[in-house]
């Protein structure tokens, strides 16, 4: 019998003449061109009932431990990159191979097509959305730009990308107006959810009793261990801005740090294990769901059950404390750097991000904010005054040195 060879994906993403993941540094009409029509034809003809797709990148790892239960999608996705060649060509055939092997692996395969249609697309249009929010000439996103985004919003695929990428170019009145008409819509939410800043006064929660180790700018902190710590607000308001600012001050150590933190996320294969610390993780995010959790009663009884566990726990509450703040930097310093206007986090979001790079703590993230505000000069400043430090390792020197040089002429 022969294959399906239908393609399933829409002509315009069939047709991108490099990989989906990879677009090129470059800006030019005929780019613009394309991602024009790749956002015009993926776009849902309706709101989806669940947000697509789920967050696909070497962040999911931070979610993981060796023994805890870990979503299909995340063992199908290979399954099917397995399957096809170019996962843009992908046809009837090639997913229906796929979703027997899943069932033969014993995966979920429930509207398979369909579902991992949608899926695909919508990495697809995520790396589309971002190239074009990225752009240095915003005069070639309007005013069509805003309009499509606005709708990828509303409509649920890839509706945190439209969202940061409508941030990105808000000099444009047309996205500006985007993000006012969306701040309106009632119940609209992104993969991650939309929680207001004003509730973490209601996170705020004093137990008894209890001897708090983070400062106390970091027990306020909302947003979940469960969820890697993850900003979800999409307020941009004084108060949000202010504490935003003060976890980065209350983050930043005093000195630098004598092996940085916190550690490279495991990429395990199935020969491999996972390093030790993931383990001590998985036991203490149980004990201390928030930060304002981390306290040295729940720490105490984390280490018992590491110690029954048979984990080494030298120095478990010195490096944990230290390794917990520089999770919550990291987020904080990826929620300024993507959510943000420039404008309303220069100068201080610079002069951080380039302390907590000389002092070891988050300093990817650090760059990687600096390399997205380049507009300011402040930015660009403060990754000129790093590249000269020789004492930064070689990881960050290239991505300070990739920042630099994505942007020169």
Not at 34 to 56: K, N, Q, S, Y
Not at 74 to 94: F, K, S
């Amino acid at each position: 019998m022969t294959a399906d060879e239908s393609p399933l994906l829409p002509a315009p993403l069939r047709a991108m003449p490099f990989d989906w993941g990879e677009w090129p540094d470059d800006e030019n009409d005929e780019l613009v061109v394309l991602a024009r029509g790749i956002l015009e034809a993926a776009l849902p003809a309706a709101p989806l009932a669940v947000p697509e797709p789920p967050f696909l990148g070497f962040g999911d790892e931070k979610f993981f431990a060796d023994d805890e239960d870990v979503p299909d999608w995340i063992y199908i996705w290979p399954v099917l990159l397995h399957q096809v060649d170019d996962i843009r060509q992908v046809t009837a055939g090639q997913m229906a191979a796929a979703e027997a092997e899943c069932a033969r692996q014993g995966f979920d395969t429930t509207d398979f097509q369909e579902v991992w249609t949608r899926r695909v697309t919508g990495w697809i249009v995520e790396k589309t959305l971002e190239w074009c929010g990225l752009m240095d000439d915003l005069d070639l996103l309007r005013p069509w730009f805003p309009e499509l985004a606005e709708q990828y919003a509303v409509r649920g695929l890839a509706a945190e990308k439209a969202v940061l990428a409508l941030r990105s170019t808000v000099s444009l009145p047309e996205s500006r107006a985007a993000l006012q008409r969306l701040a309106a819509v009632e119940g609209l939410r992104t993969r991650s959810g939309n929680r207001s800043s004003r509730t973490r006064r209601a996170h705020r929660v004093t137990t008894a009793d209890e001897t708090p180790l983070l400062p106390e700018a970091l027990q306020d902190y909302p947003y979940p261990w469960g969820n890697a710590f993850r900003w979800d607000a999409e307020e941009e308001d004084p108060e949000t801005l202010a504490y935003a600012r003060a976890v980065l001050d209350a983050c930043l150590p005093p000195q630098p740090l004598t092996s940085p933190e916190p550690p490279e996320e495991p990429h395990v294969s199935d020969w491999d294990e996972y390093p030790e610390w993931t383990g001590i993780r998985k036991i203490l995010r149980e004990h201390m769901p928030y930060a304002r959790n981390v306290t040295a009663e729940r720490m105490a009884a984390a280490k018992a059950e590491c110690v029954r566990e048979g984990i080494d726990t030298a120095d478990l509450e010195e490096i944990w404390v230290r390794r917990i703040t520089a999770w919550i930097a990291e987020e904080t310093l990826e929620w300024c750097g993507l959510m943000v206007d420039d404008e309303a986090v220069t100068p201080w979001l610079q002069h951080l991000a380039q302390q907590f790079v000389l002092r070891g703590m988050a300093a990817q993230k650090a760059v990687s904010a600096l390399r997205i505000k380049w507009r300011v000069p402040e930015s660009r400043d403060a990754l000129l005054r790093l590249s000269a430090v020789e004492a930064l390792s070689e990881e960050i020197r290239e991505l300070i040195e990739y920042g630099l040089q994505e942007h020169t002429p």
